[in-house]
């Protein structure tokens, strides 16, 4: 009970801090959100683009990459299983089928980040 009274502090402590410190540190000086932004990307780095096109492809190969990620994952896990299955016919099988799931994974995943980056190129060149 006394840790969770020290939690719950902690949050309503934490925000009204915050919330004390940030209209000070903005009247110091010319910070701004944008400004801090703005300084934290480097020099010689593009800013990145918000128009639909590019978010839509940031999030599609976020999401293909995940999916091919997962797709070794699982086929190191079929291996495993093939050589800890101990000639059972049955963990064979399903070690096979593990193996072969996440080949076909992996080879949609990089047929679908190619279409995808494909099909969005052609849209955007207006082609």
Same mark, same amino acid.
């Given at each position: 009970?006394?840790?969770?009274?020290? /939690?719950?502090?902690?949050?309503?402590?934490? +925000?009204?801090?915050?919330?004390?410190?940030? +209209?000070?540190?903005?009247?110091?000086?010319?910070?701004?959100?944008?400004?801090?932004?703005?300084?934290?990307?480097?020099?010689?780095? @593009?800013?990145?683009?918000? @128009? +639909?096109?590019?978010?839509?492809?940031?999030?599609?190969?976020? *999401?293909? *990459?995940?999916?091919?990620?997962?797709?070794?994952?699982?086929? /190191?896990?079929?291996?495993?299983?093939?050589?800890?299955?101990?000639? @059972?016919?049955?963990?064979?099988?399903?070690?096979?089928?593990?193996?072969?799931?996440? /080949?076909?994974?992996?080879?949609?995943? /990089?047929?679908?980040?190619?279409?995808?980056?494909?099909?969005?190129?052609?849209?955007?060149?207006?082609?």
């Amino acid at each position: 009970m006394n840790k969770l009274k020290l /939690i719950l502090a902690g949050l309503l402590v934490v +925000p009204t801090v915050a919330l004390a410190v940030a +209209p000070a540190a903005s009247a110091e000086g010319n910070f701004t959100l944008q400004g801090g932004v703005s300084s934290a990307q480097g020099e010689g780095v @593009d800013k990145v683009a918000a @128009d +639909p096109e590019s978010l839509v492809k940031q999030f599609v190969n976020i *999401f293909l *990459f995940a999916v091919g990620a997962l797709s070794v994952i699982m086929l /190191i896990w079929g291996g495993i299983r093939y050589t800890t299955s101990a000639g @059972d016919s049955n963990k064979v099988t399903a070690a096979k089928n593990t193996v072969l799931y996440a /080949i076909v994974g992996l080879v949609v995943a /990089i047929l679908a980040y190619a279409i995808v980056n494909m099909v969005i190129g052609k849209i955007a060149s207006g082609s």
